[in-house]
């Protein structure tokens, strides 16, 4: 880039420094022919002359007089212009002209400007063209002459001039001292019997070395840009320690829109991965993480923060009613912004909590309005997760809790309590509540009540006593059967069995030893009882499969119902009173929910 600049500056110089390139103009034609001499073996005596007839000097380097016979078909060169060796240009002066002679002719060589290429006589004294073309072999000027005997040349300007007689010449005509040129041979030549022009020198031309001084700002010419100096966006030279920016080209004198300074160079600032941080990141720095837009953030550590208290079934509309309660019981202060809530049945819902903080011991609450979650009234799974997915803390799920009541975490307990208190520390409720679930961490029920196995909730213990008659003296309640049985006598108040004899455990009654090795065979046909030690008579498979099954009587079975039917009233009924606390509670929910409806 610097380069161009330079180069920019030496064409400029040029352009202005070189002469008047005649390509493009008229100003050189060309002014007399002669095709032959007076007398015998003067045939060879030809010359053309052309003439620079504009105030400056005209570069005709590359030049070249042409002759051409009548048809305008093959072309020989009688002159062509070439530089010099030690030129760069050849240059005919203004208001001068060249002259071309033939080997043969009689004049000084000190008073032409050169012979023509051919040694030999070149020009036809009846019909011919002579061509002047530049460097790019484009005709600047064309003569053609005629004697009307035979064919007319076949390219002259508009009509050809009449051919000259021997010893006479065309001459171009002279008005005032401009020459004319209709671009009609007819009308610009005639013929005379004109002295032969004097010609000037040519000009060898050398193109000047131009002095540029590339650093205009600084005194002096300066020919190379100095050392420490470079160009700024103006083309100035500045010192390179000005430059602000050394990875741009040019001199940044400020650092250009949408880059930043970054160890001496400018960068775009796409680049910097952090743009709220000052100075350009590269990389992102130590104990930060990159948000969206390219923005930073400081990674604080990750402190313990608790779901304290939901509140799922506000009274009446639950919008903007609804809410979350956070509680920091960690020792530093947290950003909510790194943590999310993960929220429903299945944690579907993901929501970034909004930037925040919350100090060491703080409480703070959202509503379902201002995260757009939604809290069921059956049951709903929470969850708060720091920023890189890792759990926080997670909430144990309520069931069912009844209007306005919150599900709070009371001295690290999970409990219902009538009584939210949201941003607030968490009381207990000021009443016993029947929706208090026995999830591990629940509160146990309140005296006087128990947990039922089947419903998972608290009700009242019936004494045995208020609902069983008391046994007599002489009896005691089994456990088993709930029922009263006889009180046996200890076995230490018994008489003693007799010699033979033994008590049964279970009857508490004497029976005969029965010594095995004492004992008599069965007869054939019977076996010895293994509880009795009796024998009795063996019963055949045969006997056994003809066994017929008692068949119940279909009248006794008809009797069976109305019993039937009474037991099912009563087991009816006694589960009524048994679940009654229970039944009015699900009775209330469903008139509730039918008339929010």
Sequence with gaps: MKSLWVGLCIAVSMVIYSPVDAAATSEIVITHIQTGGVGSGTAGQEFVAIANASTQDINVSGWCIKYSDYTYSTFSDLYCFNVAPDSDEVHIAAKSHAV????????????????????????????????????????????????????????????????????????????????????????????????????????DYSIPTQVIDLCGTIDGIQEILPVGYDFDEAGNCEYESFDLCKNIIRIQLVVPENTMQYEGNCLDLVLDVCKNIDGFQLDIPTNYRVLEDNLCKLILPKSSIFINEVLPNANGVDTGKEFIELYNSGEVAADLSDYYLLVGKQLEKRIQLPTHTLGVGGYVAFTDEELGFTLLNTTTNIRIV???????????????????????????????????????????????????????????????????????????????????????????????????????????????????????????????????????????????????????????????????????????????????????????????????????AILRRMLDYFQKK
């Design 386 to 584: 720091y920023y890189d997915g890792s759990l926080v803390n997670e909430m144990i799920p309520y069931e069912n809790p009844g209007d306005d009541i919150s599900w709070s975490r009371i001295d690290g307990i999970w409990q219902y309590t009538n009584n939210p208190t949201p941003k607030q520390h968490n009381k207990s409720a000021t009443e016993v509540l029947s929706t208090q679930t026995e999830i591990a961490g629940v509160i146990a029920c309140p005296a006087g009540k128990y947990r039922n196995p089947l419903t998972n909730r608290c009700r009242n213990i019936e004494e045995d006593v208020s609902v069983l008659g008391s046994c007599d003296g002489d009896e005691y309640r089994n456990p088993e059967t709930n029922r009263c049985r006889k009180i046996s006598t200890a076995a230490s108040s018994l008489a003693p069995c007799e010699s033979g004899y033994e008590r049964n455990e279970e009857t508490n009654r004497c029976r005969k030893i029965v010594q095995e090795t004492s004992l008599t065979p069965c007869a054939e046909g019977y076996e010895r009882n293994p509880e009795t030690n009796r024998c009795r008579k063996a019963l055949s498979n045969e006997v056994l499969a003809s066994a017929v099954e008692e068949v119940a009587d279909p009248q006794n079975q008809m009797n069976m119902y109305p019993l039937l039917t009474a037991a099912a009233a009563g087991g009816f009924a006694y589960g009524v009173y048994e679940w009654r606390v229970e039944a009015r």
């Design 100 to 203: 071309i002679i033939s080997h043969t002719y009689p004049t000084p060589l000190t008073n032409v400007t050169g012979l023509f290429t051919n040694t030999s006589s070149s020009l036809s004294s009846t019909r011919g063209h002579i061509v002047l073309r530049n460097a790019l072999n484009e005709p600047v000027d064309i003569v053609a002459w005629d004697n009307k005997a035979a064919a007319p040349p076949v390219k002259p300007e508009t009509l050809a001039a009449p051919a000259p007689a021997g010893g006479s010449m065309l001459t171009r005509i002279v008005l005032g001292d401009t020459y004319t040129d209709t671009d009609n041979n007819s009308l610009d030549f005639k013929v005379n019997n004109s002295v032969l022009p004097t010609a000037a020198p040519l000009i």
